[in-house]
């Protein structure tokens, strides 16, 4: 079945990313891979995911640098994150240890994050 929904042409049901992932779950099925078409939308779409890739490769390298540049880091509340991630400061208190493993647990009620480490996290999410 994945190997049909590789045949068809760029305006058939499945999009490329779909058919991408399918053939990178399933590589036997490139042998199936019979229209010329199908095979250059599926490179249009490797190439596309390679430049997101490169995108976020360059973001995290910028960020490390600012990183040594900047030995200080500026420790934010709850609010202050919730503010910046455009949530709740609930949402925040709620989801630290999963979402946003990088909070330190300052006392009972009190949680910290660090500045550099939540503007990473908001510029990865941008360029994803």
Do not use: C
């Not at 360059?58 to 949530?87: C, F, H, Q, W, Y």
């Amino acid at each position: 079945m994945k190997a049909r929904l590789l045949e068809f042409p760029s305006s058939a049901q499945a999009s490329p990313a779909a058919r991408l992932d399918a053939l990178l779950s399933d590589p036997a099925a490139a042998k199936d891979i019979v229209n010329s078409e199908s095979v250059a939308v599926l490179q249009i779409e490797v190439a596309s995911r390679q430049i997101k890739l490169a995108s976020v490769q360059a973001l995290l390298a910028s960020i490390r640098i600012e990183e040594k540049e900047s030995p200080t880091d500026r420790m934010l509340t709850a609010n202050e994150v919730a503010i910046r991630l455009g949530t709740t400061a609930k949402w925040v208190y709620k989801n630290w240890k999963t979402k946003l493993p990088f909070g330190v647990k300052v006392s009972a009620k009190q949680l910290r994050f660090s500045e550099r480490r939540v503007e990473r996290l908001l510029a990865i999410r941008a360029a994803a």
